[in-house]
Every structure is written in C-alpha cells, then in structure tokens.
C-alpha cells in the first residue's frame, strides 16, 4: 500500500504546518507524497492544479493507493463536490482516509468498508437535499425575473465561444492529451460525454491533438 498525503489552505497566508504535523505521524508518510493546496475550496477538486498532479500519479501506476486527508472538507467546500470526488476516487480504487472523520473508503483487503458507505450515504442524503433547495430557488428566482421582465432564457442559436469551452475545461484536455478514452475521462471528471466530445472537437479542429 503506498500512502499519498493532501493538504489544502485557502490562502497562502493560512498554515498548512497542522495538517501536515498530523500526517508525519501516519504510516508511510513521505514528502514526496505530500502534496500542498492553497486554493479556495470552491474550486472543484479535479480542476485544483496539485489535485490533479497527484491523481495523474496515482492512476499512472498499478500499486493500490491511499488518500490520506485531514478531513473530508478539504476536498472541497460544498458536500456535492467532496461526493464527487469519493466517487471519482471509488471508481479508481484509491482508497480515501479521512482522518478526522475517521474512516477509510476501503478495507485492507480491498473490499469496500460497510461503515464509510454509511457515511457517504448520509452525506449523499444531505446533498440530494441541498440539490433539491437549489433547485428550487433557482425556479422561484427565474419565475419572479420573468415577472419583472428581467428574464428571457438563453437567446437561440447562442453558443458558448471556443475559447470559453477550453478556458472551462482545461481538466478534460489534459485528459484529451494523455490519450484517455471519452469514457474514462467522465469517471476521471465527472463532465458529460457530450461535453468531452466537444472539447475535443476544437482541440483537433486547433490541432492541439491528433
């Protein structure tokens, strides 16, 4: 089992010294491994530059792999991105321990832990609650601008600029570049297959792949 080690401050004014002092007395703590974030957390976790140093590392090699955390809201701010991203790491077997919450994606023989499926099922509760609260102030908040005249929807035949589309989705054409598969990709991110097909579209039409 080789352990990886995640630390994330949203400033550089922060200090990440704690988190990593927690680390140093885990198993198989080495700082080659340890990877430091000083990023807000409403950026998506895929899309955090030593994120996804340490995802490429991990899913470039064979040898099962641990996430070592110190808590679950390090990986990202809001409960619907920190689900995402389990689910992402699920999907390619690296084990997630969250220290604080104490609990580990998965047992030592590989299975999945019962416990921390519990968890993440409350979690997702909680989510799908919030999904539903966001939902439903963005439909009261349209219908009250409609009202007003304040809105009108997206204007027809509009579409979102080339530049804007890779500006967006710079994740996916790093995964475009490796040569990964549109399939993979959405594991990897969690972006639609129609969204991966069009970033790839412009990237050969721009030649940025072949």
């Known amino acids: 089992m080789k352990y990886y080690f995640y630390s994330r401050t949203s400033t550089v004014l922060q200090n990440s010294a704690r988190q990593i002092e ?46 070592v955390v110190d808590s679950t809201d390090r990986l990202g701010r809001n409960l619907l991105d920190i689900l995402n991203t389990i689910s992402v790491f699920k999907k390619n077997h690296i084990n997630l321990k969250s220290l604080k919450e104490g609990f580990s994606t998965f047992l030592d023989n590989g299975e999945e832990n019962p416990m921390a499926n519990l968890v993440i099922s409350v979690m997702g509760s909680i989510g799908e609650m919030s999904r539903n609260q966001i939902k439903t102030r ?73």
Not at 32 to 56: C, H, T, W, Y
Not at 156 to 170: N, P, T
Not at 185 to 200: F, H, L, N, R
């Open 22 to 67: 927690s680390f140093k007395s885990h198993e198989g703590f080495d700082t080659s491994r340890l990877f430091v974030e000083r990023i807000q957390g409403n950026v998506p976790f895929m899309e955090r530059p030593e994120a996804v140093k340490m995802f490429d590392e991990i899913t470039n090699q064979f040898e099962r792999c641990t996430v």
């Open 138 to 210: 963005s439909m009261e908040g349209i219908k009250i601008a409609q009202a007003l005249g304040k809105f009108s929807g997206r204007k027809i035949g509009a579409v979102q600029s080339d530049e804007k589309l890779l500006e967006r989705h710079q994740t996916v054409m790093k995964k475009l570049q490796k040569g990964l598969t549109i399939r993979e990709i959405t594991e990897i991110t969690g972006a639609s297959s129609a969204t991966i097909i069009k970033v790839k579209k412009v990237m050969l039409n721009r030649k940025l792949i072949s």
